[in-house]
Nanobody
Framework: QVQLVESGGGLVQAGGSLRLSCAAS????????MGWYRQAPGKQRELVAA???????KYATSVKGRFTISRDNAKNTVYLQMNSLKPEDTAVYYC????????????????WGQGTQVNVSS
């Protein structure tokens, strides 16, 4: 069993910053790619940022230059530093990780965090 626990969401004024974290725990053998998605009411869930196990990153165009994704492999944790926040960043943010499980040889599968609310007001 593996679970991803997110933290760091909340209410912030436009122009402010938040740092989201997502820690994976359980019977983890290896974590491949990790990422952050977000979903606003009535909208599709979209990829915000992703990072490979080697540290290669990619970002949605809308957050480039403002958000930074990073990971600490020793802690099985992925972070999303969000700066210069805008009202349109308001959404529920979900972390995602491709994880292989100890004694499970069926291959890595995707795990999702419970979601953390980010509200950006003007």
């Amino acid at each position: 069993q593996v679970q991803l626990v997110e933290s760091g969401g909340g209410l912030v004024q436009a122009g402010g910053s938040l740092r989201l974290s997502c820690a994976a725990s359980g019977r983890i053998r290896y974590i491949n790619d990790m990422g952050w998605y977000r979903q606003a009411p009535g909208k599709q869930r979209e990829l915000v940022a992703a990072i490979t196990s080697a540290g290669t990153t990619k970002y949605a165009t809308s957050v480039k230059g403002r958000f930074t994704i990073s990971r600490d492999n020793a802690k099985n944790t992925v972070y999303l530093q969000m700066n210069s926040l805008k009202p349109e960043d308001t959404a529920v943010y979900y972390c995602n990780a491709d994880i292989s499980v100890i004694r499970d040889y069926s291959g890595a599968r995707a795990y999702w965090g419970q979601g953390t609310q980010v509200n950006v007001s003007s």
